[in-house]
C-alpha cells in the first residue's frame, strides 16, 4: 500500500535539495544534474553529495546525505541501481520524504532490472519516502523556486502550464515546444519507471496546485486504469488536463513496454474513458501544443456555433468544412447581421457564412466587419482567415528598388499598419468580447514573422496554419467548456 498522503511541496518548492551521486566528472549525468540546477537559478540550499569530492563547482560537496548540515527537502539519486537503496536509507535518516530516481537500468530492462526495482519501492514505502522514476530525466518546478533539476540543456521560461510524462524527451521536447510559442511552464515531472508515485498522483497534485493552470500528459501505459479515470475526473472540473497517449498500435505498445516498462491499455478504452472524465485527447505533439495554446489564451466559447471571416472565399469553404467534421456549427447569418454588414462590405458580397470580404475594402472595414460578427450572440467563436499579407505585401512594395515611384512605399507602409491595427483589435476584442477568436494564416506568412505575426505571437495568440488544426482546437477548447458546464450543473 502507498502511504495516505504525500506532500508535494517538497517536489514543488522545495528549501533544499541534494544530489547524491553529484559528480565533478563532466558530463556525467550526476554533474550535468547539479550543473542545470545552478544554472537555473535555484534559490534554495544546494548539497552535492560525492565520497570522494570536496566541492563540485565551486560548492561544499558531502560523503554521504547524513553528512549534510542543513535540512534536505529533496533528493535527486544518480547513482547505480544496486546503491540506490544504501542512498534512501540514509535520506530517511535525513528526514528526506521524496527522492526522484534519475538512474536507469530497472524494470525497463527486464526481470532483474525489475527485481531491484521492486525491492527498492518496498524500502522506500517502509522509510516513509516517495519516489519519482526511477529512469527518469528529472523535474523543473520553476515556481517560486527555479528548479530545474533535469538531464536536458535547457532552462524553459516559467509560466503556468504543467506538464507530466512518462518519456523524458518527450516532456523536454514540449517544455521547449512551448516556450517557442511563448507559452510559459511552470512543474515538468518525468516520471520514468512509475515504480511509486505515478501519473495519476501527479495530475491530482497538479489540479490542486495554485501556479498550474492546464495540465499536458504523455502516457504510454498506465497500470492502474481506474486510478488514472479516477484522477482525471477529480481534476477536470479545476483545470483542462490535455493527454497524448502514445502506443495505440501494436508496434507503438511494444516500444512502449521496452521504454519505461510500461504496459500499453487497449487504446479505445482510453479514448472512451478520456471523453468522460473531461480531458482532452490529442493525437500529436503538434495537437497537444495546438491545444494548450487556446486553453491558455483563448477565452471558453458559449456553444458551438462558429462565424468565419474570410479574406479568400477558398479559405473560408476549407474552414467551414474542417469545423463541420469537428461537430461545430457554421452558423447562418440573421437578416440583421446582413443589414449591418452591407454597409461595411461591397454590394457584391455573399451575404452568408463564411463572411467573404472580397476585393473593395476601404481602411478600418476589417475590423468593424469583426465588431458586427462578435457582437452578434448567436456567434459563440469566431475563425479568421488569409489575415495577415498586409504586412507582407507592405514589405515588398516599401523594400522594392521602386518604391519611390508611384507612392509605393507610403502604400506599403500604410499596408504595414493596417495589419498593425488589425492584429492590435483582434487581441483587444477577444478580451472586450469574452469570445475565442481563431487566426488561420498562411505558413509563409507565419515563417515572414512580418507585424502581423509578431502582435499577436507576443500577445499569445497562436496562429494556426491550416483550418484544419485550427478547428480541431477550437473543438477542444469547446468541448472542455461543455463539460465545465455540465460539471457546474450537477454543482
Not at 542512498?87 to 525497463?108: C, P, Q
Not at 524500502?123 to 518546478?141: D, F, K, T
Not at 472542455?480 to 450537477?490: K, P, S, W
Amino acid at each position: 500500500m502507498k502511504p495516505d498522503t504525500t506532500d508535494f511541496s517538497h517536489l514543488f518548492h522545495p528549501r533544499s535539495v541534494a544530489v547524491a551521486g553529484a559528480s565533478p566528472n563532466f558530463p556525467k549525468w550526476g554533474s550535468i544534474i547539479l550543473h542545470n540546477i545552478l544554472r537555473g537559478g535555484y534559490t534554495g540550499k544546494v548539497y552535492p553529495v560525492n565520497p570522494s569530492a570536496r566541492d563540485i563547482f565551486g560548492i561544499n560537496a558531502y560523503p554521504s546525505l547524513r553528512a549534510i548540515p542543513g535540512e534536505v527537502d529533496l533528493v535527486f539519486v544518480v547513482v547505480p541501481p544496486r546503491k540506490v537503496e544504501d542512498v534512501l536509507i540514509d535520506a530517511a535518516e535525513k528526514g528526506v520524504r521524496m527522492a526522484v530516481i534519475i538512474t536507469a537500468g530497472f524494470s525497463e530492462t527486464g526481470d532483474d532490472g525489475k527485481s531491484i526495482e521492486e525491492a527498492i519501492v518496498t524500502r522506500a514505502r517502509a522509510l516513509g519516502i516517495r519516489l519519482i522514476g526511477p529512469n527518469c530525466m528529472g523535474v523543473a518546478s520553476l515556481i517560486p523556486m527555479k528548479l530545474t533539476a533535469w538531464m536536458p540543456s535547457f532552462i524553459p521560461t516559467d509560466g503556468s502550464v504543467s506538464i507530466v510524462s512518462q518519456s523524458g524527451n518527450v516532456g523536454y521536447s514540449l517544455a521547449r515546444a512551448l516556450s517557442g510559442r511563448g507559452i510559459g511552464v511552470c512543474r515538468s515531472i518525468s516520471s520514468g519507471n512509475e515504480a511509486d508515485l505515478t501519473t495519476s498522483d501527479f495530475i491530482r497534485a497538479l489540479g490542486d496546485d495554485e501556479h498550474t493552470r492546464v495540465i499536458l500528459s504523455y502516457v504510454e501505459g498506465i497500470d492502474e486504469g481506474r486510478d488514472f479515470i479516477s484522477a482525471l475526473s477529480e481534476t477536470t472540473p479545476k483545470k483542462p488536463v490535455v493527454v497524448l497517449k502514445a502506443g495505440h498500435t501494436d508496434a507503438g505498445a511494444r516500444a512502449g513496454n521496452s521504454h519505461t516498462g510500461a504496459m500499453a491499455g487497449a487504446d479505445e478504452l482510453y479514448g472512451a474513458a478520456l471523453v468522460q472524465t473531461g480531458a482532452l485527447r490529442a493525437a500529436s505533439l503538434d495537437q497537444l501544443i495546438d491545444y494548450t495554446s487556446v486553453l491558455i489564451n483563448q477565452p471558453l466559447p458559449r456553444g458551438r456555433r462558429v462565424g468565419i471571416l474570410t479574406l479568400g472565399g477558398g479559405w473560408g469553404v476549407l474552414a467551414a468544412d474542417a469545423l463541420a467534421v469537428e461537430g461545430l456549427f457554421v452558423t447562418p447569418l440573421t437578416p440583421a447581421t446582413i443589414a449591418t454588414l452591407d454597409t461595411v462590405l461591397p454590394s457584391w458580397w455573399s451575404r452568408g457564412n463564411p463572411v467573404d470580404t472580397v476585393a473593395g475594402l476601404r481602411e478600418g472595414d476589417l475590423k468593424k466587419c469583426l465588431e458586427v460578427l462578435l457582437s452578434a450572440d448567436y456567434i459563440d467563436s469566431l475563425v479568421l482567415c488569409g489575415f495577415g499579407y498586409g504586412s507582407s505585401r507592405g514589405s515588398f512594395f516599401a523594400n522594392s528598388p521602386y518604391a519611390d515611384m508611384y507612392g509605393m512605399k507610403n502604400l506599403g507602409e500604410k499596408f504595414i499598419t493596417e495589419d498593425e491595427e488589425t492584429a492590435e483589435g483582434i487581441v483587444e476584442m477577444i478580451d472586450a468580447y469574452g469570445k475565442p477568436i481563431i487566426p488561420v494564416v498562411d505558413q509563409g506568412i507565419i515563417e515572414e514573422r512580418g507585424t502581423f505575426v509578431e502582435i499577436l505571437k507576443d500577445r499569445g495568440v497562436l496562429l494556426f496554419p491550416s483550418p484544419r488544426r485550427a478547428a480541431a482546437s477550437l473543438a477542444a477548447l469547446t468541448r472542455y467548456a461543455e463539460h465545465l458546464g455540465r460539471h457546474t450543473d450537477m454543482d
